[in-house]
Structures are given as structure tokens and as C-alpha cells.
């Protein structure tokens, strides 16, 4: 895929993109584990995810948070990488006026980042979060979740519990409207290392689900626009 560069807050963000040409085609944004820790959008979960949205028919961003790779700046313990991926966003958008849908997804601290700019980008319609660090980061801000996705989880992860994923995904179930799917993969680390054929089976299935849904959907309402509110 090719490198791209495009200005973040903090400077030249790096990235790797691929763009769809068919008219209308979906967009998505790939955010990486923890940066302190050797996150960097080459991680192998984050490739993975990249392509899964490429084989869907996606224009799919994946990017270096600040301080990563060729991305200028340094951490800034989330609050920075929020913007940079508000950026992210912006950028794809730029490139693709007349997506149809968008979308957002990340890997254990990219999840986190992830879906809290869900929460302030109106026009996201959905999301999937692999391994979302919920015992090492408040999920509170999830009230409610404004659109539907996927979470995934190994039951062997030695970095996040279950039980604490396995709440969130509970109670954002629980709330009215909502359409969330859990799946625990039976066997899988924190990094997917010997269950990787079986997140991308999970990833294909759930992508290509919600895209025939959204398609029928919008069979039937040929008028509908996608959410375009005021930005923070």
C-alpha cells in the first residue's frame, strides 16, 4: 500500500492508504496498540484489520499515532492520539466525499481511542474493537453507544481480562437500541498469535453482514443521508 503523509496536530502524520474507486465506496480508519509498548500501524492485528476492510470494498487508513514511526510529535497519554485520529478522519473524509458509510476500528489502546471518537464524530456507523483494554481504561463515556460494531476477545489474553470486556460488551448490549456483537475467539492471546485465520474469518463475516444489511437498508430508503453533525 502506498506511504502517504498528511498534517496532524503535532506535524507529519504517516500512513498507509487504499483507496477504493468505486463511487460511493465505504471508509474506515485503523488505530494501533499502545504506542509506548510497540504499537505501530504495522502491528499485525491493525495489517489485519486493514485488509479485512480492503477485501470489503473499504477506502481503509491505517496511520502512526504522533511519535510512532515517521509520525512527528510524542505520546501524550491518549489525548493527542484522539486528535490525531480526529485527523485521520478528516483526511479520509477529504478523499472520499461521497462515501456511503463511516467507520472506525482499532486494537486494544487503538479500540479505546477509537471508540471515544466514535463518541464525538456523529458520522461514524460503526466500529469494531479487538480487544478493547477495558480493566486498564474507563469505558464510562460509552452512554450510550451511538452505533452498532463488533468486539472481539481472546479467553487466553494475558494483558486484558475477559470479565472486564465481557461487561462492557454486556451492558452496551443492554442499552436501548443497541446492536452490539461479542465474540470471544476460544484459545487466543492478547495478540491473536496462533488464532489469526480465526479473527479474520470473524472480521469477514461481521463486515460483510453489516455491508448487506446497510445495502438493503438503503434500498429502501434511497433518500437516507449519512449523520453530518457540528464537530467538537
Known sequence: MPEIFFSGPEGR???????????GAPIVVILHPHPLYGGTMNNKIAYNLFHAFVRAGFSTLRFNFRGVGKSQGKFDDGIGELADAATALDWIQQQNMDASTCWIAGFSFGAWIGMQLLMRRPEIDGFISVSPPANLYDFAFLSPCP????????DKDEIVTEDAVNKLATKLAGQKGANIEYKVI???DHYYRNNLDELNHTLDDYITRRMADFSQRRKVRPDRKRRQLPRD
Not at 502524520?13 to 463511487?23: A, M, Q, S
Not at 452505533?147 to 481472546?154: F, K, R, S
Open 13 to 23: 502524520i504517516e500512513g498507509r492508504y487504499h483507496h477504493n474507486e468505486t463511487k
Open 147 to 154: 452505533a452498532a460494531g463488533l468486539i472481539t476477545m481472546g
Open 186 to 188: 476460544a484459545g487466543a
